[in-house]
């Protein structure tokens, strides 16, 4: 497929750059004609659409023949995931200067994508996001990309729920390009690979944005492109079906069945944190990502979540078995970084800004379903159940971090000497080197451990290694 054999009026003389709209479907619903009528109506003059079916039960070549005669279709006898499906289009398309790699529930108004390239050639990016909107109600917003943490994990610029008023008008360079709707310039695209073909749904857009960024690609917003969502995926709407191996070239051996959304979220931002990370900076970030998976754990046990915390170990798990894949990404990641992790990091969001936007997020959400479900639908027992061991697991971890005055020195076995710890991760590294000015140089007691593990903690979540500990 060239970039203008399904362009509609568009002719190879055209002298507007070459768009190609790649659309993946799966079991479309109700929303399908709209979005493929919404491509079909747009006012750029050289823009193709090539539909990849990622086998639906029902074959949609008759919708797409009524909703949009010119579109190019691929039709695949299994379905390989969101991200492989989309990849399919660095094989089948030739000649495209940029790509719009779409849903299948989204509908551009008229001018969007033309506006998002002139957008593009005016900053000079590597991406443009669109703004995007609720279905049913434009003028709610659902995205405009954001920022990430070290950790891998979206900082929305979008509260949920936003109305627009116009507060997100101005064009901006971002971070992360959220996945619905994208354009991409089609060499970037084929540098950096298409999309990580492992991360079958959700989190493939975080991961490409890092290692465009990584790449020196710049991410910019276009507000006056506005693209309507209907999240069919994240609101239930869609039958999906497993998901099969990927293909030939796309990440060999790593297979997805459909599973629950917070466990596929969570083992590709654990992915991308682990890939994208240079050696100081990967220790540095795996031991954050730990200590944040202890606490999550403990938070969702807290409030009766017990499948997400499954969720966070399953990441580990499922990142551990397929390690030769991640080495082979982090190989093939190395040779297209031209930026720092220094440069890198001046962009990211803070870790403790993302965990209080989330916890923000989420007792919303809870006093949402509690006006409307009342305590009738509360799972008290649970609640009470999970408490308790939550509860019977803090102490339990006071207890071997050796806090004998938080408890009282009594009712604890006297097993040894508990060392008081210093105030400062750095002093309790001269502590465990004898150097600690009150002691003079050296000391002739035995010097505890539990300074230097305290001291690297603490260096590593940036907390005075009590907290640490």
């Known amino acids: 497929m060239t970039a203008t054999e399904h362009s509609g009026e568009a002719t190879t003389e055209s002298v507007a750059p070459a768009v190609v709209a ?46 949009l005669p010119h579109a190019y279709v691929r039709r695949l006898s299994r ?12 094989r089948i398309v030739q000649g495209a200067s940029h790509f719009v790699l779409c849903h299948d529930d989204v509908a551009p108004a008229p001018d969007a994508i033309r506006k998002m390239l002139e957008e593009a050639y005016r900053q000079n ?3 443009v996001v669109p703004k995007l909107v609720s279905w049913d109600d434009p003028n709610v917003l659902i995205s405009m990309g954001g920022t990430s943490d070290a950790t891998g994990a979206l900082i929305p610029a979008i509260e949920p729920g936003e109305v627009d ?26 540098i950096l690979g298409g999309f990580d073909a492992a991360m079958t749904l959700f989190g493939e857009d975080i991961d490409f944005s890092w290692r465009a960024q990584l790449a020196g690609a710049r991410i910019v917003t276009a507000p006056s492109a506005r693209v309507r969502h209907v999240e069919a995926a994240t609101n239930g709407m869609r039958v999906a079906l497993p998901m099969s191996d990927a293909g030939e070239g796309e990440s060999e051996g790593v297979t997805s069945p459909v599973i629950d959304e917070v466990v596929l979220r969570r083992r590709h931002r654990l992915r991308t944190a682990l890939k994208v990370r240079r050696r100081t900076g990967l220790l540095v970030t795996t031991g954050q990502l730990l200590l944040l998976t202890v606490a999550e754990t403990f938070y969702a046990l807290f409030t009766n979540r017990s499948g997400h915390a499954g969720a966070l170990l399953a990441a580990w798990v499922w990142n551990a078995t397929h390690w030769r894949d991640l080495l082979r990404a982090r190989s093939r990641l190395r040779q297209n970084r031209s930026v720092s992790d220094k440069v890198i990091n001046a962009r990211l969001g803070s870790t403790r800004s993302r965990l209080d936007g989330s916890i923000r997020r989420e007792w919303e959400l809870r006093r949402v379903r509690l006006n409307r479900e009342g305590w009738a639908g509360r799972d008290v027992v649970g609640v009470v159940r999970n408490l308790t061991f939550a509860v019977w697991m803090t102490v339990a971890v006071i207890w071997l971090a050796g806090s004998r005055s938080l408890l009282g020195s009594k009712p604890l076995p006297v097993v040894g000497r508990f060392t008081p710890l210093p105030d400062t991760p750095l002093d309790s590294l001269k502590h465990f080197l004898g150097i600690f000015p009150a002691q003079g140089f050296g000391t002739p007691d035995f010097t505890s451990p539990v300074h230097l593990v305290a001291a690297a903690i603490g260096a590593v979540v940036f907390t005075t290694p009590i907290l640490a500990l």
């Open 165 to 190: 008023q116009g507060q997100h008008d101005a064009p901006a360079e971002i971070f992360i390009a959220t996945g619905g709707c994208m354009l991409v310039r089609a060499d970037l695209f084929e």
């Open 79 to 90: 379905n390989p995931g969101y991200a492989a499906a989309t990849n399919r289009a660095l």
């Open 22 to 67: 790649v659309v993946v479907t799966c079991n479309p619903g109700f929303w399908f004609e709209e979005s493929l009528a919404a491509l079909r109506d747009q006012d750029y003059p050289n823009l193709a659409v090539l539909v990849v079916d990622a086998a639906s039960v029902e074959d949609p070549l008759p919708r797409i023949a009524a909703a």
């Open 125 to 127: 990016a590597g991406i």
